[in-house]
């Protein structure tokens, strides 16, 4: 940098303190005379008097707080930065040009401030300033997000002058700091920021697709829902037929009441055919009042499947719950079932049919193959489970993901659980005193609770009004363990119809999550009677539900010796990711420890490289970590451990809208705050030549001081501590002491 430079020693200026500074130094010099003149002029004496006048003298210049300064006057001009934002939101049509009352097409944003990114626009300022044009926005194309504060902070860091900054903007910002923080900044070292609004204060017409929640993968054959969400900016309601078409050319259409500005969810029912990846775009008919057409439409992807879900039944008496859950689960096609039956009366544990098992899995690796496990009326009795057996199961859910179903019976044998592995597994609190359960003389019905209508473990029909028929008039059960309460963190889908106690309603059907996995409390073993009169369509198709449930998560990606899932499971732009996959050794058993490493690349191209930890040595081969979401759209995803030279490749939607969009009313509240904090001031954009005089009577900056302050120097002080210390030993060695 060209700079001049002038450099000054300064003191204060108090008279009495410059009237003491004398007496004190002639009292000093007069004592130093007097000593060497008693001692005969005696060397040692008049060198321990110069020191000593020395030291006097360099404490009473410093009562006169001496400070060093040095001036840098640069030579070059001073600068004006002009900040540009060049973000994705820049791009929503609503400037009208000053002074044009016809009808015309309204600019883009960024069109409108496009001239402020041109050296032409301040050729009045090259004799005064040195002009320097910055455009900013975050990711590509600006899609990343707005971060004005990180912005102006860059100018502050600069070591150059600057005069002042033109900051082009629609204060749309949604990253970083406030940028008020910076104007803080700006006024204290006299900048003044100029804001130039661009955009409409008020919202675009418009219809906008904001989400379209497809699942990570589905059955074929299973009917899958797939909501989506619509927002309205227009002044009336509409009625819409929205679209939604697969890649494969399958069409499905509904006609939907969006409301005025508002949000509107609704969703479809799919019935997916084949296997395969699927595309899966919506569309909402552009309306004439829209001024927006590029956000009507939103595309997710869809993986459909072959299914093949391994589940575990245990049970002691083969009661009519266990029969027709039995039956109703080895005849569903997706399902492969094992059974596992404690009778009393027979000496061995097994059955007739190739379903029955004959002993408990209590390898880790046998037992990890099972998606879903059913406990009915078991527990630590002679015959049936082991506490070790009770362990395995807690860590099949906790760490591969699986879930487990209680079904309690009249025996009451899940009571000794509860001094188990498995008490904190277990969604209610039961009385124990009374573990034969409760019977009814009259059947009872459930009665769903608010999660219930909204959970699809308890969607038997198509519609809300439909299914709360469907529950109304199921047939009822007439026997249901003695449960108390439900424990903190879980979720009741349904209800006693009628029994109640202090803590209100009696719990029928609770859910929880545990670990990676899910379990579910079913208080009754009367489900069963839901055939009468319609034979398997409700009792099949909600355990159907149930175990589908449970092993999505577990499902979502698996290769031969990894497994990979996440929650949640539908993710959303700003969430926090929790990222597991569970990883098997190349002999079959899980895998202790390993370098896992896991690498997202959004829609963008961005890949991101997250290393997966560990869960510990009893985690059953169980590794997590995390990772914040940005983008919305399709994520790929490759899962590697470098131990066993695996790989898994899979992908995951992420709904929600990018930080960036189109349409939104322009903030210009955020740009007069900058201005008005940092002293300059709001300019229109049409009125360049006020903009350009503003600036010419814009002070040149200050020029640079640096001072030193020798009073209160640390050096000053050792130096002084250094001389009195020398001064004393001296004294001491010339004898004088």
Not at 220 to 237: C, M, N, Q, W, Y
Not at 458 to 487: C, M, Y
Not at 527 to 556: L, P, T
Not at 693 to 700: L, M, R
Request: charged share 20%; hydrophobic share 40%.
């Amino acid at each position: 940098m060209n700079e001049s430079q002038n450099a000054y020693l300064s003191f204060s200026n108090s008279p009495g303190l410059l009237v003491a500074s004398v007496v004190v130094m002639l009292a000093a010099l007069g004592i130093g005379y007097w000593n060497c003149y008693c001692s005969q002029w005696r060397r040692a004496v008049v060198l321990l008097e110069l020191m000593r006048f020395f030291i006097v003298a360099a404490i009473v210049i410093l009562f006169n707080q001496p400070e060093w300064t040095q001036e840098f006057r640069p030579k070059e001009k001073p600068r004006l930065v002009v900040l540009v934002d060049e973000s994705q939101s820049m791009a929503t049509r609503d400037v009208i040009p000053a002074g044009v009352t016809a009808q015309v097409e309204a600019q883009s944003r960024r069109e409108a401030s496009a001239p402020f990114a041109q050296q032409e626009t301040w050729s009045e300022l090259n004799s005064n300033y040195s002009v320097q044009i910055e455009p900013f926005a975050t990711g590509e194309s600006g899609t990343g997000g707005t971060d004005i504060h990180t912005s102006l902070e860059s100018v502050l860091e600069s070591s150059q002058r600057t005069a002042a900054v033109v900051l082009v903007s629609d204060g749309d910002w949604n990253r970083g700091k406030p940028p008020v923080e910076s104007a803080i900044r700006y006024r204290s070292r006299g900048i003044p920021i100029f804001t130039i609004p661009m955009g409409s204060t008020t919202r675009l017409p418009d219809l906008e697709v904001l989400s379209l929640d497809v699942p990570t993968f589905a059955i074929a054959g299973k009917s899958v829902r797939i909501p989506f969400t619509i927002e309205s900016t227009l002044a009336r309601d509409q009625v819409s037929t929205v679209v939604i078409e697969m890649s494969d050319g399958e069409r499905i259409t509904k006609e939907v009441k969006l409301s005025a500005k508002s949000k509107t969810t609704e969703s479809v029912v799919w019935l997916p055919k084949t296997t395969g990846d699927f595309a899966v775009k919506m569309n909402v008919p552009n309306h004439p009042e829209e001024v927006i057409f590029t956000n009507n439409e939103l595309t997710a992807s869809i993986s459909i499947r072959e299914e093949k879900l391994k589940v575990l039944v245990i049970d002691s008496l083969p009661r009519w719950e266990y029969r027709y859950l039995r039956n109703a689960l080895s005849r569903d096609p997706g399902v492969d079932v094992s059974c596992l039956l404690f009778h009393p009366a027979l000496g061995r544990t097994g059955g007739g049919t190739k379903d029955y098992i004959k002993d408990f899995p209590d390898q880790i690796e046998q037992l990890a193959e099972y998606d879903v496990v059913f406990l009915g009326d078991v527990g630590i009795e002679s015959g049936q489970l082991t506490p070790e057996q009770c362990k395995l199961l807690k860590g099949l859910v906790e760490y591969q993901a699986s879930g487990l179903v209680f079904l309690p019976g009249p025996q009451g044998n899940q009571d000794s659980l509860e001094e188990t592995e498995l008490e904190p597994l277990i969604p209610v609190i039961v009385n124990r005193a009374q573990s034969e359960g409760v019977g009814e003389k009259v059947p009872m019905h459930f009665e769903l609770t608010e999660s219930g209508r909204r959970s699809l473990l308890t969607k038997l029909a198509d519609t809300d009004e439909e299914n709360w028929n469907v529950w109304s008039t199921l047939p009822g059960f007439q026997w249901h363990a003695p449960v108390i309460r439900a424990k903190a963190g879980t979720e009741v889908l349904s209800v006693h119809q009628e029994t109640s106690n202090e803590f209100g309603r009696l719990p029928m059907i609770v859910t929880k999550t545990f670990g990676a996995g899910k379990i579910l409390y079913m208080a009754t073993d009367g489900a069963w009677r839901w055939r009468r009169g319609v034979e398997d369509k409700y009792h099949y198709r909600f355990w159907g539900q149930v175990v589908r449930w449970m092993a999505y998560q577990r499902n979502m990606a698996k290769g031969e010796s990894i497994r990979f899932f996440y929650s949640p499971e539908q993710p959303s732009v700003g969430q926090t990711l929790a990222l597991k996959a569970s990883v098997m050794s190349q002999s079959g058993e899980p895998l202790v420890a390993g370098d896992v490493q896991v690498a997202i690349t959004d829609v963008n191209g961005k890949t991101e490289f997250t290393a997966l930890n560990s869960a510990g040595e009893d985690s059953w081969g169980l590794f997590e970590g995390r990772l914040t979401l940005s983008e919305p759209g399709l994520h790929q995803v490759t899962v590697t451990c470098k131990e066993t030279g695996a790989k898994l490749s899979t992908s995951f939607f992420v709904q929600g809208t990018a930080q960036e969009r189109i349409g939104l009313a322009a903030k210009p509240k955020v740009l007069e705050e900058l201005s008005k904090v940092s002293r300059g001031s709001v300019i229109p954009a049409g009125d360049l030549a006020k903009l350009t005089q503003i600036i010419k009577a814009v002070p040149d900056p200050p020029t640079v001081v640096k001072r030193w302050q020798l009073w209160a120097h640390p050096w000053t002080v050792g130096v002084l501590t250094t001389l009195l210390a020398t001064f004393w030993i001296l004294r001491k060695q010339f004898g004088l002491v």
